[in-house]
């Protein structure tokens, strides 16, 4: 098993872009999330999924949107990125949502 | 969404001192979970407690969910530089779940 990949690893982009990061997972699970992480400021969830057609607004969701099409993949877009989205986002997975998480080995987004 | 603090943020520690970290609530907690994030790595999950006072261990690491289950702690003893890293804890239910600003441990050999 990959367990939970994500691509790409790093990404550069100019305010005002648009991106999709990628996550996928072959545990067939049917919670995932999306995490955002700053210095200081720990792990923060953006959007989850329950279950395939199903997600819901986490922590911070402003500038974010999510679709759950497969239960493998729970990719991340965000409309037109700002300075602020510059972070470590994390994608994780788990059977149920409230037991163990893993994660993947994160995307490092810089917007300038 | 269940919300937790830790404290410290930083902590440094001579190789061969304990450590603990602490998390916090006001609420009462469904369980607690512990992760650990190396440099430049992702968190990796640690343990899982769920029941009062409920106390863990796994080698060196001690882990302790309070009587109330508001509080939890994670304790390493004789801290070696494998142990660098940072501490989360974590919470939540069927839907979300909240993680602790973290613990940033680094060991002085």
């Known amino acids: 098993n990959a367990g939970v990949t994500q691509t790409p690893k790093f990404q550069v982009l100019k305010t005002g872009q648009s991106m999709t990061l990628q996550c996928a997972q072959d545990?067939?699970?049917?919670?995932m999330s999306w995490y955002r992480q700053d210095p200081g400021m720990g792990l923060r969830l953006i959007h989850y999924?329950?279950?395939?057609?199903?997600?819901d607004q986490g922590e911070v969701p402003n500038g974010y949107n999510v679709s759950r099409s497969t239960t493998e993949d729970f990719p991340l877009r965000l409309l037109s990125a700002a300075p602020s989205q510059t972070s470590v986002y994390f994608c994780?997975?788990?059977?149920?949502?409230?037991?163990?998480?893993?994660f993947g080995p994160g995307t490092r987004l810089l917007v300038l | 969404g269940q919300q937790v603090m830790q404290i410290p943020q930083y902590q440094h520690v001579q190789e061969g001192e304990d450590f603990t970290t602490y998390c916090n609530s006001s609420t009462t907690l469904s369980n607690i979970q512990w992760y650990k994030q190396r440099p430049g790595g992702h968190p990796v999950f640690l343990i899982q407690?769920?029941?009062?006072?409920e106390v863990k261990k796994q080698k060196r690491l001690t882990f302790q969910f309070g009587e109330a289950k508001k509080n939890s702690s994670l304790h390493i003893t004789a801290t070696q530089t494998t142990d660098v890293g940072t501490y989360f804890c974590a919470s939540g239910g069927y839907q979300k779940v909240t993680f602790g600003t973290g613990t940033k441990l680094q060991v002085i050999p």
């Open positions: 999924s329950v279950g395939a057609g199903i997600t």
């Open positions: 407690l769920v029941k009062s006072g």
């Open positions: 545990m067939n699970h049917e919670y």
């Open positions: 994780a997975s788990s059977y149920y949502g409230g037991e163990t998480q893993y």
